[in-house]
Nanobody, 123 residues
Framework: QVQLVESGGGSVQAGGSLRLSCAAS????????MGWFRQAPGKEREGVAS???????NYADSVKGRLAISRDNAKTSLYLKMSSLKPEDTAMYYC?????????????????WGQGTQVTVSS
């Protein structure tokens, strides 16, 4: 079955950097689009970045220029490089996928989800 396992979260000060990883298994990785989402306490889950099977990327306006999504099809892994982090980036971060080559940032489009990794940014 599809399995997604995130890692790399932690606590950093504002302006710092983190790199999240998501190890995927159980499906033909290179044919599915992938996405990163986050959810802060008391808020709805929101899309952060997505990457299609052909490598095309899409970002939420709030993270453009600071976060970068990438994928390694050989390693069936997804990454999110986070820099210039702000306290408002504090949230649980999830990777997700859907059995289609293209996707957007809407959580409802995604079928499979990981358990999440916590990112905390202090001021």
């Amino acid at each position: 079955q599809v399995q997604l396992v995130e890692s790399g979260g932690g606590s950093v000060q504002a302006g710092g950097s983190l790199r999240l990883s998501c190890a995927a298994s159980g499906y033909t990785y290179n044919t599915y689009c992938m996405g990163w989402f986050r959810q802060a306490p008391g808020k709805e889950r929101e899309g952060v970045a997505s990457i299609d099977s052909d490598g095309r990327t899409n970002y939420a306006d709030s993270v453009k220029g600071r976060l970068a999504i990438s994928r390694d099809n050989a390693k069936t892994s997804l990454y999110l490089k986070m820099s210039s982090l702000k306290p408002e980036d504090t949230a649980m971060y999830y990777c997700a996928t859907r059995p289609r080559p293209y996707c957007n940032l809407s959580p409802s489009f995604f079928t499979y989800w990981g358990q999440g990794t916590q990112v905390t940014v202090s001021s």
